[in-house]
């Protein structure tokens, strides 16, 4: 089994920053995708950012482009979603999700989200 947490989220004015984390631990693959995700409130679960093991690639939905960055550190097994420049509309619950079954929308592995809002 693989256990991810995530870590980071808050409230933020708009135009401010966050930085979120994920911690990855138990059994997981030697290589693995990490994605995240994110669900407002009466709203479908999107992609919002995925990441390959070695980072080569990388995937951003076009609301977030130029604003987001995600990144990873194997070494110690963690994944991070730098969200610059933020908006009312980036309120969410945001997921980390890792071992990507189909890239870069299916993974296997789910954290149990954290809250993101952002105030106008």
């Known amino acids: 089994q693989v256990q991810l947490v995530e870590s980071g989220g808050g409230l933020v004015q708009a135009g401010g920053s966050l930085r979120l984390s994920c911690a990855a631990s138990?059994?997981?693959?030697?290589?693995?995708?990490m994605g995240w995700f994110r669900q407002a409130p009466g709203k479908e679960r999107e992609l919002v950012a995925a990441i390959t093991w070695s980072g080569s690639r990388t995937y951003y939905a076009d609301s977030v482009k130029g604003r987001f960055t995600i990144s990873r550190d194997n070494a110690k097994r963690m994944g991070y979603l730098q969200m610059d420049s933020l908006k009312p509309e980036d309120t969410a619950v945001y997921y980390c999700?890792?071992?990507?079954?189909?890239?870069?929308?299916?993974?296997?592995?789910w954290g149990q989200g954290t809250q993101v809002t952002v105030s106008s």
């Open positions: 999700a890792g071992e990507s079954i189909r890239w870069p929308n299916e993974y296997s592995y």
């Open positions: 138990g059994r997981t693959g030697s290589t693995y995708a």
